[in-house]
């Protein structure tokens, strides 16, 4: 299995203050994605990252290969939305759960 590194980015830096109603309800079928995925094994971790310059979504998951990867994240309702946009990067995660 490979891990990878995502890098989940908001249509703006205030969107975590300002969503409209329709985007929270694709925020919150998000968040039950993701919860499904670290259900499977997938998501190793997940969550926002409060940076000051503008909050973005952290993700570390595992897969076969970078395209199961990115069809994860392309399986996203805020992908299919086209709500959200990401960064997908290869890495090695040496966690205790992720090396089994």
Known sequence: ?????????PPRPTF?????EGERL??????????????????????????????WGLGVIRSESEDEARLYMNNDPTMKAHLNTFDLVPMNAFMKSALR
């Open 26 to 55: 694709l925020m919150d079928e998000h968040a039950i994605y993701w919860k499904d995925l670290q259900e499977q094994g997938v998501a190793l971790i997940y969550g926002p990252v409060f940076d000051p310059s503008g909050v």
């Open 16 to 20: 975590h203050i300002d969503m409209s």
């Open 1 to 9: 299995m490979k891990h990878f590194f995502v890098k989940l980015i």
